[in-house]
């Protein structure tokens, strides 16, 4: 157990609809990144925050938007939602934002795009 | 772009077999490196890293040279066990870039009795 939670643990839903998915970093760290974990692109890193602030971004698409909150929760949050985004949702957690911070992945929610 | 390149799977192994997985990169700047491994069902969990050239990162019997020269970071065990079966993914982060992980394909292994 890596300390990192994420719900919910599977999501089922229609396309067009919208989505959030919750992620409750370890305790004492101030890091939370996304990534999309799917059978054609592979895993990729979404967005990075820290300490409530925006750090880095990847390959996230307008459709979709993150946020952190003052108690260091993270939020996804993935809208007009289409089959492709389908994927494991991978949140990860460090105590500091660079490079020398060893991230700790959580179980993953797994989006179903009907 | 950065980008991480591994050898395909699923690589099949018997128990106490030699493993190699090969991974090679491709980065603007001079990369951390690392290896990652799935269970089945579970996130990714940091098995082993490497910061700068001919540094060698081990963990649980498994290792890997950082080779600038050939920008490689290949993962060897010397005796797989059934426990290994799972999926190691390597991947690479610079500075500059927050911590963005970019990660490699994948190498599904499969070892058996």
């Known amino acids: 157990d890596s300390g990192v939670t994420q719900t919910p643990k599977h999501l089922i839903t229609a396309t067009g609809q919208r989505v959030t998915l919750r992620c409750s970093p370890r305790s004492g760290d101030l890091s939370v990144y996304w990534y999309q974990q799917s059978l054609d692109q592979g895993l990729q890193f979404l967005i990075q925050y820290y300490n409530g602030e925006e750090r880095a971004k990847g390959n996230i698409l307008e459709r979709f938007s993150a946020q952190q909150f003052p108690d260091l929760h993270s939020e996804l949050n993935l809208s007009s939602l289409e089959l492709g985004d389908s994927a494991l949702y991978f949140c990860a957690s460090s105590w500091g934002g660079g490079i020398d911070s060893e991230q700790f992945f959580g179980p993953g929610t797994r989006l179903t795009v009907l | 772009g950065d980008s991480v390149t591994q050898m395909e799977g699923p690589v099949t192994l018997s128990e106490e077999a030699f493993l190699t997985i090969n991974c090679t990169y491709t980065a603007t700047g001079y990369p951390s490196l690392f290896w990652y491994v799935q269970y089945p069902g579970e996130g990714l969990q940091l098995l082993l890293k490497?910061?700068?050239?001919?540094d060698k990162g081990s963990n649980k019997g498994f290792e890997a040279t950082y080779r600038k020269e050939t920008t490689s970071f290949h993962l060897e065990k010397g005796s797989v066990q059934v426990s290994d079966s799972a999926v190691y993914f390597c991947a690479l982060s610079l500075t500059g870039g927050g911590n963005k992980l970019t990660f490699g394909t994948g190498t599904q292994l499969k070892v058996e009795l």
């Open positions: 490497a910061t700068k050239a001919d």
